[in-house]
């Protein structure tokens, strides 16, 4: 799996209410598979992150789960996945997945989610990495996240070039498409009150 490009998809443990966001699940594991790309992702079966796995499964992608082994039960772990690495904790698990993923892709989902989302950004922001940071914004569901950045940045606690280091769309087809194809920009300084000193 390593010489693939691969995206790594945060998303939730439940589908959500509708079904729009399993079919913007369905769609991105889809295209991970039709575009020839790999997945890595958290490795349960159900909620959004069984839909991706499945579904980029069924269109040929290779699929790395990774789990931790306290959770390994409890979120019902994917037992037809390429690779399944089970890990001891939740620290190693984002460790693993950031290192095996060439970008990544954020669905809706609940606190691991944002959680996740927000460690992947402030390494960007860090210059820890410089992988593509793209968010689903499914039915609107992000936008209150987004206004809430846009607040950080009037506020002065986030700077506004840190908010092109993510791409957001509501295009599961052209969002999974565009990923292997963006060099995001460098992040730029991060200490803000550095120039009132």
């Not at 390593?2 to 729009?20: E, K, L, P, T, W």
């Amino acid at each position: 799996m390593s010489d693939r490009y691969h995206i790594c998809v945060f998303c939730g443990s439940a589908v959500g209410q509708g079904d729009v966001y399993h079919e913007a699940a369905r769609r991105v594991g889809w295209s991970i598979g039709r575009l020839g790309l790999g997945l890595v992702y958290g490795g349960g079966r159900i909620g959004l992150m069984g839909v991706v796995a499945d579904a980029a499964l069924e269109a040929g992608a290779p699929v790395l789960g990774v789990i931790p082994e306290p959770l390994l039960t409890k979120e019902l772990a994917h037992a037809g996945l390429t690779e399944l690495a089970v890990v001891p904790g939740m620290h190693e698990r984002k460790a693993l997945m950031a290192t095996r993923a060439s970008a990544f892709l954020v669905l809706p989902g609940g606190i691991g989610t944002f959680e996740e989302f927000f460690e992947v950004l402030t390494w960007a922001a860090l210059g820890l990495h410089n992988k593509p940071i793209g968010i689903l914004n499914v039915n609107g569901y992000y936008d209150p996240l987004l206004r809430l950045l846009d607040h950080a940045v009037t506020e002065k606690f986030l700077r506004p070039n840190h908010l092109d280091l993510i791409l957001v769309s509501d295009d599961p087809d052209g969002l999974v498409a565009l990923l292997p194809q963006v060099q995001p920009p460098p992040p730029g300084p991060l200490w803000i009150d550095l120039e009132r000193s």
